[in-house]
């Protein structure tokens, strides 16, 4: 039993899906058994934290698993945001286990690539 306990309360990280689109990047994270109150988002210099803990649901005498998978513990995911991402305008969701947070892109964007006249 031991072996089980310890297995099931190392760190664990949440999938995570990062898709853009035209105005923003959208991360989808799937967090199940937590409430909004259990994750933490952070964000400075330049970097996304998402953060929280799934505590470990304790057993009774007389439970008799035949199978344990479900992970707690602490979590943490860190992502690099693009430079083009309004850090002022970020905003996140969480609902039915599932986390989403919308990162705004600056309106105004220098293209990366132009082509500069000579005179």
Do not use: C
């Not at 952070?42 to 929280?52: D, E, H, Y």
């Not at 943490?76 to 430079?83: D, G, K, V, W």
């Not at 991402?85 to 132009?114: C, Q």
């Amino acid at each position: 039993a031991s072996d089980v306990y310890k297995r099931q309360t190392q760190d664990w990280s949440p999938d995570v899906d990062v898709k853009e689109i035209s105005n923003s990047f959208l991360l989808s994270a799937d967090i199940p058994g937590l409430t909004k109150k259990d994750i933490k988002i952070n964000v400075a210099n330049g970097r996304l934290s998402i953060s929280g803990e799934r505590s470990f649901e304790t057993d009774q005498e007389n439970d008799n698993y035949h199978y344990r998978e479900r992970r707690f513990g602490t979590f943490e995911r860190s992502f690099n945001l693009p430079e083009n991402v309004d850090e002022e305008k970020i905003s996140a969701s969480f609902k039915n286990g599932i986390l989403n947070v919308t990162m705004p892109k600056h309106e105004n964007i220098l293209p990366k690539e132009r082509e500069i006249k000579v005179s």
